[in-house]
């Protein structure tokens, strides 16, 4: 199992932020330890001591929480679960709050193995627009306080297609970037997110956004550039150097059961799916009544195939056809073929090894693709019941028609 913790706290709020985040008022933080306290007895009552592979500590903005109530939840997890030898764990810090090298040491104390540092861009200017709380020399200092506090996984993560930004900016950030010589790097395209500020400040003003072509060129020659200087591209935004692949967003694509602590965070486990309540007061309300995991949903036929075909094809392992057989007794590429042929001719995916790929431009138009994809789907009525599961066929695939 994955634990995914979530911590709704920033310093200030980004102007892109869809996240559920907010800046704390006073004893909040105090008030959302005491909750994620219990919210863990909970769970370790319901399930067990279940074996962990991998936490999580993501947000909002995890480094908010100071050491002395961090570490009591840290042991807290380690009780309730059975943490695997080699488990991952990362914890998520913005340069601002995180650059702090007795933070950081603190951190690797409690045996957080992998950090996750939020820099988004190396340009002062373009950190100040999206209204990031740090600097760029902020955030390369907390990249070497990292090192010396003794992280060897670090990932750092990026945004690009930042207004004013054009692709000779962004291969020329990523060249200081691969300087720093991190583990794993992720690369978000900026998304305007339905009511932030940043999208109030695309309806009033003239935003200087690149254009499509331009943005396609600064992901493509990206990937290019970070292939070329030692980073395997095994997921649309994530680039890892060998053996630093993260175990715990591989899970989740892989379709591993997670469980999530902390407002809004969902969980996933024996095919049913539920949200913690988002807000602070909501969340104590579910916490103190026992209310977790009330409204789980179990997961549609065709939920689970969309799911199965859009996670996978984030990845650079591609969509196992023998899983999707498995699944729905379909042939995919067979029975999809006018569509399978205008997407390889068009060179948006690959088929080879018995996985379906997509490219790198198709990654770029992964959307369109899976749209696509699912309209077929539906046409053939694929997405209706008669799920096949890979338990039922004894083994992965075994005994579907070819
Ligand atoms: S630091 Fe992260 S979670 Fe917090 S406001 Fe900015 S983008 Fe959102």
Redesign the pocket.
Known sequence: MLIYVHVPF?V???V??A?H?RVPGEGDVTRYVGLLHKEIDHWARELGRVPVESVYFG???PSMLPPGLLGPVVRKLRTAFDFQDGFEFTFEA?PQSGGVRDYLRALAGMGVNRLSL?VQSLDDVMLRAL??PHTATDAINAFYDARQAGFRNINLDFIWGLPGQRLKQWLEDLKRVVGLRSEHLSCYGLTVEAGTPLEEMCMTRDMDFAADADLSRMFVYGAEFLEESGFLQYEISNFAKMGFMSRHNLGYWEGAEYLGLGPSAVSTMGGRRWSVPAGMDAYAAAVKEGRLGEGAEELGFAERVKELVMLRLRTARGLSLKEFRALTGGNLVKDNEPLMAALRQNELIRISQGHLRLTKTGMVVSDTILARLFEALERKGALEGGARSIEADGAPGAGVPA
Do not use: E, I, P
């Open positions: 920033c200030s709020k980004c892109y932020c996240f985040s947000g909002g903005t913005n939020g209204g990031r």
